[in-house]
């Protein structure tokens, strides 16, 4: 027995037992001992429209369709719209509220497409045994191995049955999913009358089903007015602890209430023009960093600078929040360092020495990367102007430098700087030249070691092995390398063990 | 070249009857003589050391190890309301990767052990995709804390195979089962090696995690091998909304060394001490190839295990063994120690020539002076390390730079090169010129070193700096008369020439006595590591109490196996040893000779060629070589040729090259 809506049995005690009643005349199949709480539809409305505000067309749509227990609901639905539309949260409360039988499958779940075809079975077995009284004998349904089968097995468990909503989340997520999925489930209406199948999907489904007018249902992005409306329905506190109540008797937690949703519908929209308009519209996005900055912001106020009211002074003084992008990026340990900045003022970008290693590398190690990024940022042919012994390195360099860059070829070509390009492959033996015409004493011994750490730094990801899946022979001399890192890191690498990568890179940097 | 597809091969004849008759050993020859003692020495002397090594490595990443539980303890708490993201720690735990197993281990014990938790590790090697990856995570999850259940699951599993559809198993619903069983507060699990996984296997984890936190309470760890930034720029926005969490940072690996080190090579008590060649060797490596731990205590018990195998005389380092448990081959045997020798000598130049000569005839009475000087060397090297524990505890309170590690400073002692050197100098010349604030921590750690060997009495000098301190009724620290801050320059014009003149300032009472004070400690010092440093190789039987032989660590841990193959290659007589291409008797430098093997001799001709290399002409040179003087070609020759550039082919050296008909490329080059 499924516990949605058990809470509202006391007051719906009416409706509950004329519903049921209904449901007996109608279903001899349902002999439930039990009463279900089971709601008139024009309830599941105002329940739905109350927990999802902006969403009365679609919900009005769902409910015509689903609500009923007696009445028929089209065979396929497709419900589409971007990430956080209500997609998923609308048609699951509308179901678990109107308790028709169904099962609703997560496709991020499945792994695989056969992975879909059990999980369905299985949840619709589930389902059924909660909704119905009698336990099905599970034996017949033990293996579902394609669609076809999926197809037989479901008409044998729904086969004198009532209606049957089964929901597929993001079916155009599914991993392997058979190419014929679409198209077959679209049809399956054909053979199992009782069944009803909502696809809810990020795009429409219309080129992908092959059958002509299954019915859409577009939930929109939410626009502006939307999404503030769905945030001041629930504004967080401005204090965490209550002000003291001998100091400020006045101040009521009613009071409190009204301030926190006043200030919060102003910082949202503040929130909303400044950041979220520009970088993720959609409502997680928005939420997620009207959050994020909420506490920083009122920071002022629960020192007790500012008024609760005071909010043109508040964003002057805290303008910082919404001018960096701190707020809306993603990140998994939360900095909260550049957020709370006490001074005001625009904080000086942080300094995040953004690829450096947290550990230093051996020695060698670091040699071996510099020379590994060179080999493949720097032409093999040059590779006798910038590391034979006996050479004027820096006049070499200016020739190289002049002859690449200037002249007829730059109005022909325009040229991209060499470091923004994918690293070209190299061959091992290459990068142990480089490597040791780097180190200008040849005191580096031919030991194994070298290949231990070409193979850890493999293993880190630094270094890559360039040629197809099928060379996985890591003994193979013909095989290629590729660095992983970008410029910045191997400057950095550089710097660790003084050394200027730049001089050593044909056409310079910047 | 190859235009025969096939061809019998006629080996050269070989004759049999040549081969020597083999000869019957007669005697029996024992080559290791009481191998059985020396192997139960060496692992009792093994075992105390492994035990200090585990317990300094428990304690290395004990405070990581501590605030992780934490955080996995904190993020469980949370019950009640969905979670929006994943809680996920980032583990910093350094390029050391092959320690990383080691850590993660522990950690899972730690977990297990203080959080009513779920562990499972995964590992890149056997996460190839999100499939395999999910179906490891189900048989490891699900595997735990089975003991007493493992009958129901069987009929359960049992029960749901016969009865209906089974769940496949890369199903996480098989956790959910497991789970439901259980009820633990939260399945950890920790991701080994993030760099190795395929970022698209990691993200759909992520995903797939995720979309489960409302049934499981996941929480994910990830082993970082280079940086946070690293990994968050790895993965997709997406997936980053869902993770949120703290960072980690795991013991820097040469912290751990330089503990290692100090608790095994520099210890007051080691009946076996590496020697300063091969630590110096082993800690080098640590710094310019790898850094891994296991591998430093691999050097040093490979270190161990060579001394009790190799040298008989370590016989003498067991426990009570008596004059009668050691036959005399022992005692010849250190009789043949050049140290035996030395000593000899200076005993002879000394005129003890009655006492030379018992030694050399008498084995007991030569027993008796083993013991006597293994024991007065270990006690040598006992104060030489506890001396350079003190030498670096006075250079790290008196923040002399640059900073020295104490295994710098071990090491240069053990060599016998740091008494007279500059650093030695240096230091102690600060030691004067330190003022009083200074030598009070100075002498504050001194005491709670609590030193034994060295009949320095700190107390006694902390009370009478206090009693000085107290006295003093200037604000700043006292300062020794050796301070520079004491000394002023003056600067006298005579007849238009300058004349700087030093000149100290008048000290005051208390300076002075601070001065005596400092005069004093400073001599006290310097005495007691004049005496302790010595130069532990000149010592009597260094063989047997140290262990400094390079070579066969480099062999074992350092090979050169590029370098061998092309020096083998390259002079084949200084593998073959044989007469005919001794370079002595041609007294050439690379000379090529048809005595040579083929391989050899074409590697030689390759070595000079460029690039491309024209098979045409390869032949005819090594025609020229092979059949010297002779005019028509052999058709063996053919054969040794295709032999050999099939060998060099196999070996990597050259490849076919399609950029020029009949030629093949050059693909390594000898010495990198």
New interface residues.
Partial sequence: MRTCGRGRVNSLARSVVDASVRLFSLSALHVNILIPTIMLPDEILDTLQSEFPCRESQIQQLTAFYSEHHLPSPPLLVAHGLTATGKSSIIKSLLELSSLPHAVIRCRECITGRHLLERIVASCLDALDTFGDERIDRKRFARTENLSSLAVNLQRLLEGRNKFVLVLDGIDKQREAPPTMMAALGRFREVIPNLSIILISNLPLTQALYTPSTPHIHFAPYPRSSLLTILAAKPPKIFLTPPSTEKFPDYTPDLAAEDDAWLWGRFTSAVYDSLSKHTGRDLVNFRIAALKLWRPFVEPVEAGTFGTRDFSRLMVNRRHLFQGEEGVLDRIIASESTLTNPTGTVPPTPKRNLRTLAHDLPYYATHLLIAAYLASYNPSRTDVTYFMKHTDKRKNKRRVHTSSGTGAMKSKHRKISRHLLTPSPFPLDRLLAIFRALLDDAGVPQSADLYTQVATLTSMRLLVKAGGAGSADPLDTGAKWRVNFGWEYARGLGRTVGLEVGEYLVGGVD | MEHEKCYIYAPPESNSEERPSKRVRTSKLQSQPQLTERLSTYREVWAQQEERIQQTLENADSVTQENIVKFVAASTTSEGEPQASIP?G?I?A??S?ASHGLFFSRLGQNIRSETDSAYAVLT?GECPN??TL?KCLVKKITSLKDDGDEHDDLINSGFS????????D???GHVQMWQDKNETQSIVVAIQ?S??FDTAVLV?LV??VH??LDRLPFILLFGI?????????R?S?KS??Y?????F?VT???VIIEKLFSVTVANADARLRIGPTLSHRLLD???????NVQDFVDGLKYAHMSHFYASYPSIFLRKGSTYTDLPSEAFEAVRNLPSFRRWIETLLQDGNASEVRTLLQSDQSLHEEIAKHIKLGQTALTSLSQAAILFHNIRESLQISPPFRLSTIWTRAAAGDLSGSPLYRETMLSLKKASSDKLKQLLISMERLNMEGSSIDWAKFNQNLLKLVQNSDGSGPLRSQDDVRNDSVRTTVIAQKVLLSKHKAALSEQDKAYSELVAQLHDEIDRYMTSAFIDPQAMFLSEIFMYDLKSPH?EVF??????AI?RALATPHDYLGCSCCDRNRTEEEGVLAATQPATAILYQLFLESGTLINASDLWSAFEAIVEEGSEESDPKTSALIQRALAELRYL??V?PSRKKTDHIAK???K??
């Fill in positions: 996920t980032l910093v350094g390029p990767i890149s999100l499939k999910l195979a016969r009865n209906g559809p089974k769940l496949l890369f199903d996480l090696d760099e190795a759909e995903d797939t979309s489960w091998a280079t940086s946070a930034e690293n990994f968050e720029d993965m926005g980053l909304r993770l949120d969490g703290q960072k940072d820097q690996s040469d490596r640590q710094k310019d190839h790898v850094q480099v350092q090979p050169k196996p590029r370098f092309e990597g050296l490849k693909i390594m080059w010495g990198l």
